[in-house]
């Protein structure tokens, strides 16, 4: 797997983790409706967190999928920023970095690539 695609499975993970921080952090401080609106303006990080285990075998598909999302998901964590809601920085800089890096050519040629049915993972045709 490509060094970018790493990353932005990375990124979406700890994205995902700070999500979780920020709610439980809010939800203590402020009270859960505040907790809901934390965690609800990260709703399509969620779903970028399920794509993002499949990276490694998917198809441009998941690529594009995330991409979107990720776009998505800037749309509401900017929303989510301008009404005051804390942790929407977070939300916004995991989504900006996972559109770049699955944006770059590298990422575009791993979920592009060729895969031979019924061979383990690893042995078929190498991408460069």
Known sequence: MPTSVRAAQVTVFVMMGLCLLMSVVVG???GSRAAGATFGQNLMGCVLFVLAFRYRT????VRVA???LASVQIVLALGGTARGI???IF???GAVTVVVLLSQG???????????PGLP????PAVR
């Open 58 to 61: 998917a198809g441009n598909g």
């Open 106 to 116: 590298t990422a575009g040629a791993w979920f592009k690539r060729a895969r031979v």
């Open 66 to 68: 995330s991409i979107v």
């Open 121 to 124: 993972y690893g042995a078929g």
């Open 91 to 93: 939300a916004l800089a």
């Open 86 to 88: 804390q942790g929407g």
């Open 28 to 30: 203590v401080g402020s």
